[in-house]
């Protein structure tokens, strides 16, 4: 059983900073251990769409950011661990959602996942809520 579990979240005041993590583990349906190629973070407010923030693609280290969230937001990965973090800075009320954590096994070279059913496997979400 796959498993992505978040952490970090809290409250904050507008401004401020967190840091996300999020770990995978486990083995897929077939039994293999789960090596995602990719994780990404989606966030989702309350009465809205699940949007994309950032994901990273283990392979040359690659990153992608939602236009919302370029120069505040840095998504990074440990391969040792399957472990990605989310290090967000000066944050906005209008970011209070929650944060959820997303995996993929594949990546075919020249395309960019972003959308969230572009990825199988998901966390169960950390809630970060900014205070004006």
């Known amino acids: 059983q796959v498993q992505l579990v978040e952490s970090g979240g809290e409250s904050v005041q507008a401004g401020g900073s967190l840091r996300l993590s999020c770990a995978a583990s486990?083995?897929?349906?077939?039994?293999?251990?789960?090596?995602?190629?990719?994780m990404a973070w989606f966030r989702q407010a309350p009465g809205k769409e699940r949007e994309f923030v950032a994901a990273f693609r283990w392979s040359f280290q690659s990153t992608y950011y939602a236009d919302s969230v370029k120069g505040r937001f840095t998504i990074s990965g440990d391969s040792a661990k399957k472990t990605v973090y989310l290090q967000m800075n000066n944050l906005k009320p209008e970011e209070t959602a929650v944060y959820y954590c997303a995996a993929r096994e594949s990546w075919v070279s020249g395309v960019v996942y972003l959308k969230h059913n572009d990825y199988g496997y998901w966390g169960q979400g950390t809630q970060v809520t900014v205070s004006s």
């Open positions: 486990g083995r897929t349906s077939s039994g293999r251990t789960f090596s995602p190629v990719a």
